[in-house]
């Protein structure tokens, strides 16, 4: 199973980005899909969860700003976010199941 990743960049504040990550290879069933995130110097942390459900869970630092929604279609998830802040900078990655993808930069400055 490979998940590739993509939609980083350099935003400024206030900004929005949208990431992806598609799922490719034998996947039988898919019980969730999720984004983490490492800053420098810090641990890595979930940022938002969306279960085979639609249920969906967020860390307490993005919500209201952040939305994750799923193409069960094209075993894709995504992560819409809205309001970037330099404390969002890290790199993003993606997590389906027990695999996980190449992190994506997402450096939010002026």
């Known amino acids: 199973v490979q998940l590739q990743a993509s939609g980083g960049g350099l935003v400024q504040p206030g900004g929005s980005l949208r990431l992806s990550c598609a799922a490719s290879?034998?996947?039988?069933?898919?019980?969730?899909m999720a984004w983490h995130r490492q800053a420098p110097g810090k641990q890595r942390e979930l940022v938002a969860i969306i279960t085979s459900a639609g249920s969906t869970n967020y860390a307490d630092s993005v919500k209201g700003r952040f939305t994750i929604s799923r193409d069960n279609a094209k075993n894709t998830v995504y992560l819409q976010m809205n309001s970037l802040e330099p404390e969002d900078t890290a790199v993003y990655y993606c997590n389906v199941n027990v695999w996980w993808g190449k992190g994506t930069q997402v450096t939010v400055s002026s």
């Open positions: 290879g034998s996947i039988f069933s898919i019980n969730y």
